[in-house]
């Protein structure tokens, strides 16, 4: 059993940064990638970034640039760096660890 809980979201204006966790329960965080997902209002479910256990990354063409995915083995954490919002990045985001999910963190952009 994984649990992920998130954390970092809230309001912040376009152009600004937030940082989200993803912090992860258990012993085989290390081992497995860690993906970031989010929901815009209304709309489904869609991929952010993916971090595998070896370190490389990938990107949504949507926030490739701006978004910086890493992770901390040690502290079971993961991160999405989120710069240069803008108000299509309002969501709830989700972290996800191999069939597992955290419940949520909202993030909203806005003036």
């Known amino acids: 059993q994984v649990q992920l809980v998130e954390s970092g979201g809230g309001l912040v204006q376009p152009g600004g940064s937030l940082r989200l966790s993803c912090a992860a329960s258990?012993?085989?965080?290390?081992?497995?990638?860690l993906h970031w997902y989010r929901q815009p209002p209304g709309k489904q479910r869609e991929w952010v970034a993916t971090?595998?256990?070896?370190?490389?990354?990938n990107y949504a063409d949507s926030v490739k640039g701006r978004f910086t995915i890493s992770r901390d083995n040690g502290k079971n954490t993961a991160y999405l760096q989120m710069n240069n919002l803008k108000p299509e990045d309002t969501a709830v985001y989700y972290c996800?660890?191999?069939?597992?999910w955290g419940q949520g963190t909202h993030v909203t952009v806005s003036s």
């Open positions: 996800k660890l191999i069939g597992y």
């Open positions: 258990g012993n085989v965080f290390s081992d497995y990638s």
């Open positions: 971090i595998t256990s070896g370190g490389g990354t």
